[in-house]
């Protein structure tokens, strides 16, 4: 690589981006700066916490920002790069939309990590989306970023083939993060000195995924049981797969923690009762 010392700037901010940037860091490539998002209240007693990538950056000694919007007042840390001008940027499950103002800006692109083996599964959620959709042979794409949502030609891909299937959302997430991270440091030195031809995304094999919501959670026990599994395995990060049911009377949510698929038979094995501590199902039925 011409230059062993890149300047660049991440965008990201959950867990899958702290596998890329572990990654990253073997190869021996550091952040120049990290744009995450702000900092949220969480859980019930909404305490003020900051996102993981945040909390990477203050332990590698990275510069951190978290602005608003990107959409104007572009902060001072991007517009004035070192060196005078930024190699290359990186986005990885970053959450935000960047303007081509942002994208324009270094020398060589902004390369995006997507889970998914794109044009397949476009937007928010794929990973989840992989498992309801029993996308059995997934992967990862590295590709350049264009102003519409994760249509940029391909850099690099990766396939990824998981024996036990549908695995856990949080379990494909984490191996699909490695499998990018390992790509995109493979990927970069090839990038930088021009020895990678982008390829155009075949638009008519393009598919699309809506993001995820609170309810898409919810299942009815005397739907199929298999796709009933899948949608346990695929939300188990957010919202998680739930069902209401009456006790003593009163309507509440039960929350399924973990779940097995045999014979063609669904076994819930563990759940969380609404306002309860995690307990095994047959003690939940028992009451």
Known sequence: MKNNNPAFVFFGTAEFSIAVLNELKDAGFIPSLIVTSEDKPQGRKLVITSPPVKKWGEQHDTMVIQPKTLKKNL???????????????????????????????????????????????????????????????????????????????????????????????????????????????????????????????????????????????????????????????????????????LRRGKKIRVKIADAEFKDKKLTITRVIPEGKKEMSYQDFLRG
């Open 75 to 245: 902060p001072p840390e991007i517009i004035n790069p070192p060196a005078n001008r930024w190699d290359f940027f990186i986005i990885a499950a970053y959450g935000k939309i960047l303007p081509s103002s942002i994208l324009d800006l270094p020398k060589h692109g902004t390369l995006n990590v997507h889970p998914s083996l794109l044009p397949k599964l476009r937007g928010a959620s794929p990973i989840q989306a992989a498992i309801l959709k029993d996308e059995r042979q997934t992967g990862v794409t590295i590709m350049l970023v264009d102003e519409e949502v994760d249509h940029g030609p391909i850099i690099a891909q990766a396939e990824v083939t998981i024996e036990d299937w549908p695995p856990k959302a949080h379990t494909l997430r984490d191996l699909l993060a490695h499998v990018g991270g390992e790509l995109l440091a493979e990927t970069i030195p090839l990038w930088l000195n021009g020895n990678i031809t982008p390829e155009k995304q075949d638009e008519s094999k393009a598919t699309y995924i809506d993001k995820i919501k609170k309810e898409d959670g919810l299942i009815d026990l005397n739907d199929d049981p298999y796709e009933n599994f899948k949608k346990i395995q695929a939300f188990d990060i957010w919202p998680g797969a739930y069902f209401f049911t």
